[in-house]
T-cell receptor, first 109, second 115 residues
Framework: GQQVMQIPQYQHVQEGEDFTTYCNSSTTLSNIQWYKQRPGGHPVFLIQLVKSGEVKKQKRLTFQFGEAKKNSSLHITATQTTDVGTYFC?????????FGTGTSLTVIP | GAGVSQSPSNKVTEKGKDVELRCDPISGHTALYWYRQSLGQGLEFLIYFQGNSAPDKSGLPSDRFSAERTGGSVSTLTIQRTQQEDSAVYLC???FGGGAWETQYFGPGTRLLVL
């Protein structure tokens, strides 16, 4: 079955609202990565988290890695139309990569 | 049904040898993508297939890299005269139609080590 689950699958928000996507793994991960894919584009690496409980910020984006290293979240504050795209996580168990199915974000102006 | 599969899961080769990596996409998926992830780096796009044709080969790092897809299904990525910097995890993904909003389903990857 699916090793890494990502929710929600789709999210529509008004511009200026916040957005969060969650990634959950059934097994402990050595690290987790987040990617963004713009419409018509290819996945672009955003960030990698390695440490338990780690929190990293990139401008309006906040990434968190759970204490048990089994879950992660990406939070966007005050969304903008440029945030549109699909965000997906990728968990590395050390033996294999497991990619989430992605969360497609639509920002309504 | 089954997800995307890749083989081999691990490959160790000597510098200068050729390697062939295989990807079996999800049945019915017309779009197929190859990526690689080098140690400590993010995902790097290599090539994209729509059916048997490759409209976007922009990511292939050199002419030692080539890929083909036959029958709109299985794809092989070939690396000739491997170099140590080719060591990476090579990932394959497929999607139903290749549209911008479509979910890409990734295989488990092939870990390539060039000695």
């Amino acid at each position: 079955g699916q090793q890494v689950m990502q929710i929600p699958q789709y999210q529509h928000v008004q511009e200026g609202e916040d957005f969060t996507t969650y990634c959950n793994s059934s097994t402990t991960l050595s690290n987790i990565q987040w990617y963004k894919q713009r419409p018509g584009g290819h996945p672009v690496f955003l960030i990698q988290l390695v440490k338990s409980g780690e929190v990293k910020k990139q401008k309006r984006l906040t990434f968190q890695f759970g204490e048990a290293k089994k879950n992660s979240s990406l939070h966007i504050t005050a969304t903008q139309t440029t945030d549109v795209g699909t965000y997906f996580c990728a968990g590395d168990t050390g033996n294999q990569f497991y990619f989430g199915t992605g969360t497609s974000l639509t920002v309504i102006p | 049904g089954a997800g995307v599969s890749q083989s081999p899961s691990n490959k160790v080769t000597e510098k200068g040898k050729d390697v062939e990596l295989r990807c079996d996409p999800i049945s019915g998926h017309t779009a197929l993508y190859w990526y690689r992830q080098s140690l400590g780096q993010g995902l790097e796009f290599l090539i994209y297939f729509q059916g048997n044709s490759a409209p976007d080969k922009s990511g292939l790092p050199s002419d030692r890299f080539s890929a083909e897809r036959t029958g709109g299904s299985v794809s092989t990525l070939t690396i000739q005269r491997t170099q140590q910097e080719d060591s990476a995890v090579y990932l394959c993904a497929s999607s139903f139609g290749g549209g911008a909003w479509e979910t890409q389903y990734f295989g488990p990857g092939t870990r390539l080590l060039v000695l």
